[in-house]
């Protein structure tokens, strides 16, 4: 089992930036590749983003193309996820996950889960 844990949502301002941090313990970290997902109230969990064990792999939604990236750094066991141009329709919970199946879009293929990081953006 992997434990994760998201750090880094806060509230911006429309056009400005947040980097997100997932904190992985327990099994090998390497083994996996992480997603980022995200809820907003009164909506359906979103893919994010995920990338490959190795990071040479990501895969975007459409909602985070051009404006989000994902890397990792293994030695650190974490995973980023450095969004830029937020607007306030990007106002959720975002959550890490990982897997054993790629960098997938599809939520059931994850695992573990972390509690969720807030991310408040205002106009």
């Known amino acids: 089992q992997v434990q994760l844990v998201e750090s880094g949502g806060g509230l911006v301002q429309a056009g400005g930036s947040l980097r997100l941090s997932c904190v992985a313990s327990?099994?090998?970290?390497?083994?996996?590749?992480v997603g980022w997902f995200r809820r907003a109230p009164g909506k359906d969990r979103e893919f994010v983003g995920a990338?490959?064990?190795?990071?040479?792999?990501?895969l975007y939604g459409d909602s985070a193309k051009g404006r989000f990236s994902i890397s990792r750094d293994n030695a650190k066991n974490t995973v980023f996820l450095q969004m830029n141009d937020l607007k306030p329709e990007d106002t959720a919970v975002y959550y890490c996950?990982?897997?054993?199946?790629?960098?997938?879009?599809?939520?059931?293929?994850?695992?573990?889960w972390g509690q969720g990081t807030q991310v408040t953006v205002y106009s």
């Open positions: 996950a990982v897997t054993l199946w790629g960098s997938n879009p599809d939520p059931s293929k994850y695992t573990s």
């Open positions: 327990g099994r090998t970290f390497t083994n996996y590749a």
């Open positions: 990338i490959s064990w190795s990071g040479g792999i990501t």
